[in-house]
């Protein structure tokens, strides 16, 4: 793809005609970029791609194995422990960022987008990742930070360093409200920062704010500039180049903002940093994300494999998330939030969401997750303090027996919980320090994986000093302990995995809610075929005797043989008569 350079989009651009001109310009680029076998390409597809049957396994490479003893994981950590993700039925990980940064937002503040990190290794590191997971069937998912880069990329610098820079543009920079030759006034609007505070940073030297949603490091690039695609495009191909299955795609959802600068609307309350709360109407969810989601599919689509694209899509319901689809030329697997953030086990609420989603209009695979790395733990937001492990083996039902694309979080198998800081002086993440003691920040759900029940949890070298401290659930919560374990919750996402696999029901099946008013019971069928398989989840701390009438369904079984049951159970019982205990999770044959 070529581009020729267009007039900036500066503040002389915000008149209507510049806007629509870039519009223009977009809408031709994102039309040439999808030339007539690409369109083919990623609007027809098989129902047999990887990814419709795969389990994505989400690795913060920092918190994932040390190699070489420093206290910090690394790309030659995560080689070594590929034959666990094999064994334990894992076919594809997503790496959050490995790429150079000065490590403001540990990685997502990306100073060269070509290149590894020292801290993680070197290339070939990444290159030999690459092939020894193929050689296992596990698949390699890259981050694609696009909404922003760190002010210390080469790009940024440039762009700051004169207002005629050839890459000024390549950034958002605006005048301030009521600036002098001896004050930098107001930012230019109210926008704010999803960290906290402005939007806006006034930078000294050219005397004009630059924009960033997040932190005052992380400068947004400037969509609207033709430039920024090509050279965006340029770091897709690289990595394709390179091996990688795909992407998941950061903060996709804040690519535009209004040229027209309009203050967002304010809503009652404030934030944990003090700020007002505010709703991001006018710089989130603009049209022409999904010009780009059609751009980057059409780049990806140029290589084989059937490449998949997972967004970051916080979407406010199933019909924005829905969007993101597109006409089957955007995203095969936006992340659905709704389902993630329930946070409450409420039978009523996951059918409900499970419903929409289900009946989404575009017919698109979904894509489940109840942890990552911005999120705290399921099994601390799930448990009720007494049931807690008996509650993460039910999460792990409802994530691995419904219909789509589950993405598991390093640990989640072995319930890894939330471990705060106790101090603010140990504190890493940014925010943390900035909203202590309301909000500590995300260190807690980034603590090293527990692989043994030694002091440095198998992580590190013996007196390493991890980056983050091993948390003290480690001595019992870990993979050498609960691999012995036929009851953990280890052992109960290893076999969930494997049935995923070996059961056709579960893995091709439509899924079909059943007992709509049931207050307790999260119920529903998996078929393919002649194949049915029920799934019964008690999401309640009552012991429940149900009675399942299949028939009403089609389906003419009336006895169950369990296929895995927590607490677990043995031998064919009637549909008609089925005891769960609190927090029961049945996944069981229909015969």
Same mark, same amino acid.
């Given at each position: 793809?070529?581009?020729?350079?267009?007039?900036?989009?500066?503040?002389? +651009?915000? +008149?209507?005609?510049?806007?629509?001109?870039?519009?223009?310009?977009?809408?031709?680029?994102?039309?040439?970029?999808?030339? *007539?076998?690409?369109?083919?390409?990623?609007?027809?597809?098989?129902?047999?791609?990887?990814?419709?049957?795969?389990?994505?396994?989400?690795?913060?490479?920092?918190?994932?194995?040390?190699?070489?003893?420093?206290?910090?994981?690394?790309?030659?950590?995560?080689?070594e422990r590929l034959d666990y993700l094999k064994n334990l039925g894992i076919d594809a990980i997503w790496l959050t960022p490995i790429y150079p940064s000065p490590g403001v937002d540990y990685g997502y503040d990306i100073s060269n987008y070509t290149a590894i990190d020292p801290t993680y290794g070197t290339m070939d590191d990444f290159n030999n /990742?690459?092939?020894?997971?193929?050689?296992?069937?596990?698949?390699?998912?890259?981050?694609?930070?696009?909404?922003?880069?760190?002010? %210390?990329?080469?790009?940024?610098?440039?762009?700051?360093?004169?207002?005629?820079?050839?890459?000024?543009?390549?950034?958002?920079?605006?005048?301030?409200?009521?600036?002098?030759?001896?004050?930098?006034?107001?930012?230019?609007?109210?926008? %704010?920062?999803?960290? #906290?505070?402005?939007?806006?940073?006034?930078?000294?030297?050219?005397?004009?704010?630059?924009?960033?949603?997040?932190?005052?490091?992380? *400068?947004?690039?400037?969509?609207?500039?033709?430039?920024?695609?090509?050279?965006?495009?340029?770091?897709?191909?690289?990595?394709? %180049?390179?091996?990688?299955?795909?992407?998941?795609?950061?903060?996709?959802?804040?690519?535009?903002?209004?040229? !027209?600068?309009?203050?967002?609307?304010?809503? $009652?309350?404030? !934030?944990?940093?003090?700020?007002?709360?505010?709703?991001?109407?006018?710089?989130?969810?603009?049209?022409?994300?999904?010009?780009?989601?059609?751009?980057?599919?059409?780049?990806?689509?140029?290589?084989?494999?059937?490449?998949?694209?997972?967004?970051?899509?916080?979407?406010?319901?199933?019909?924005? /998330?829905?969007?993101?689809?597109?006409?089957?030329?955007?995203?095969?697997?936006?992340? @659905?939030?709704?389902?993630?953030?329930?946070?409450?086990?409420?039978?009523?609420?996951?059918?409900?969401?499970?419903?929409?989603?289900?009946?989404?209009?575009?017919?698109?695979?979904?894509?489940?997750?109840?942890?990552?790395?911005?999120?705290?733990?399921?099994? @601390?937001?799930?448990?009720?303090?007494?049931?807690?492990?008996?509650?993460?083996?039910?999460? &792990?039902?409802?994530?691995? &027996?419904?219909?789509?694309? $589950?993405?598991?979080?390093? #640990?989640?198998?072995?319930?890894?919980?939330?471990?705060?800081?106790?101090?603010?002086?140990?504190?890493?993440?940014?925010?943390?320090?900035?909203?202590?003691?309301?909000?500590?920040?995300?260190?807690?759900?980034?603590?090293?994986?527990?692989?043994?029940?030694?002091?440095?949890?198998?992580?590190?070298?013996?007196?390493?000093?991890?980056?983050?401290?091993?948390?003290?659930?480690?001595?019992?919560?870990?993979?050498?302990?609960?691999?012995?374990?036929?009851?953990?919750?280890?052992?109960?996402?290893?076999?969930?995995?494997?049935?995923?696999?070996?059961?056709?029901?579960?893995?091709?099946?439509?899924?079909?809610?059943?007992?709509?008013?049931?207050?307790?019971?999260?119920?529903?069928?998996?078929?393919?075929?002649?194949?049915?398989? /029920?799934?019964? /989840?008690?999401?309640?701390?009552?012991?429940?005797?149900?009675?399942?009438?299949?028939?009403?369904?089609?389906?003419?079984?009336?006895?169950?043989?369990?296929?895995?049951?927590?607490?677990?159970?043995?031998?064919?019982?009637?549909?008609?008569?089925?005891?769960?205990?609190?927090?029961?999770?049945?996944?069981?044959?229909?015969?």
């Amino acid at each position: 793809m070529h581009w020729t350079r267009t007039i900036p989009f500066s503040a002389l +651009s915000l +008149s209507l005609g510049a806007g629509a001109l870039f519009a223009a310009s977009l809408t031709a680029h994102a039309q040439a970029a999808s030339t *007539p076998s690409a369109r083919q390409a990623s609007t027809e597809t098989s129902g047999n791609e990887w990814w419709r049957h795969a389990v994505i396994y989400e690795i913060y490479p920092r918190s994932f194995q040390d190699s070489n003893g420093d206290g910090i994981g690394d790309l030659k950590g995560v080689t070594e422990r590929l034959d666990y993700l094999k064994n334990l039925g894992i076919d594809a990980i997503w790496l959050t960022p490995i790429y150079p940064s000065p490590g403001v937002d540990y990685g997502y503040d990306i100073s060269n987008y070509t290149a590894i990190d020292p801290t993680y290794g070197t290339m070939d590191d990444f290159n030999n /990742l690459v092939a020894e997971a193929k050689k296992r069937g596990i698949r390699i998912l890259m981050d694609y930070v696009i909404n922003h880069t760190s002010d %210390q990329n080469p790009w940024f610098i440039e762009s700051r360093s004169s207002r005629t820079n050839p890459k000024r543009d390549w950034y958002i920079w605006r005048d301030g409200k009521g600036e002098t030759a001896t004050s930098k006034g107001q930012p230019p609007n109210n926008w %704010q920062s999803w960290f #906290g505070g402005s939007a806006w940073q006034w930078d000294e030297k050219t005397r004009q704010y630059y924009y960033h949603y997040f932190y005052v490091q992380q *400068p947004d690039l400037n969509w609207r500039n033709p430039e920024v695609h090509k050279a965006m495009d340029g770091v897709l191909d690289l990595w394709m %180049q390179r091996g990688v299955a795909g992407f998941r795609i950061d903060a996709v959802s804040r690519l535009f903002e209004d040229p !027209n600068l309009h203050d967002d609307p304010y809503l $009652p309350g404030r !934030n944990a940093y003090g700020d007002r709360n505010i709703q991001h109407k006018y710089t989130d969810d603009l049209p022409e994300v999904h010009d780009v989601l059609k751009e980057v599919r059409a780049v990806v689509d140029r290589y084989p494999g059937d490449p998949v694209l997972v967004t970051e899509a916080d979407e406010p319901n199933v019909q924005a /998330l829905t969007k993101m689809y597109g006409n089957g030329d955007e995203v095969q697997l936006p992340m @659905d939030f709704q389902i993630a953030d329930v946070n409450e086990l409420s039978a009523p609420r996951f059918r409900e969401l499970f419903n929409q989603i289900e009946s989404n209009t575009a017919h698109g695979q979904p894509e489940f997750f109840f942890s990552n790395h911005d999120q705290r733990r399921q099994w @601390d937001r799930y448990g009720d303090g007494k049931h807690n492990d008996e509650i993460a083996k039910l999460m &792990a039902v409802l994530e691995l &027996a419904t219909r789509g694309t $589950p993405q598991m979080y390093y #640990g989640e198998e072995l319930g890894m919980r939330t471990t705060d800081p106790a101090r603010i002086e140990d504190v890493h993440d940014p925010i943390g320090r900035r909203g202590w003691p309301k909000d500590k920040g995300r260190d807690g759900e980034r603590t090293p994986m527990q692989w043994n029940g030694q002091p440095d949890a198998g992580f590190t070298q013996a007196g390493v000093k991890p980056w983050l401290p091993i948390p003290p659930s480690a001595a019992t919560y870990n993979v050498a302990t609960e691999s012995k374990d036929p009851d953990s919750i280890y052992n109960a996402y290893k076999r969930l995995l494997s049935l995923r696999k070996t059961n056709p029901a579960l893995r091709d099946g439509v899924q079909t809610t059943i007992d709509n008013n049931d207050p307790d019971i999260f119920a529903f069928l998996r078929r393919d075929g002649d194949a049915t398989v /029920l799934v019964a /989840l008690n999401m309640s701390a009552k012991q429940r005797t149900v009675a399942f009438d299949l028939s009403k369904y089609g389906v003419s079984g009336t006895r169950l043989t369990p296929l895995y049951a927590s607490p677990s159970q043995a031998g064919m019982q009637p549909a008609g008569h089925v005891d769960l205990a609190p927090f029961a999770a049945l996944v069981a044959q229909v015969e």
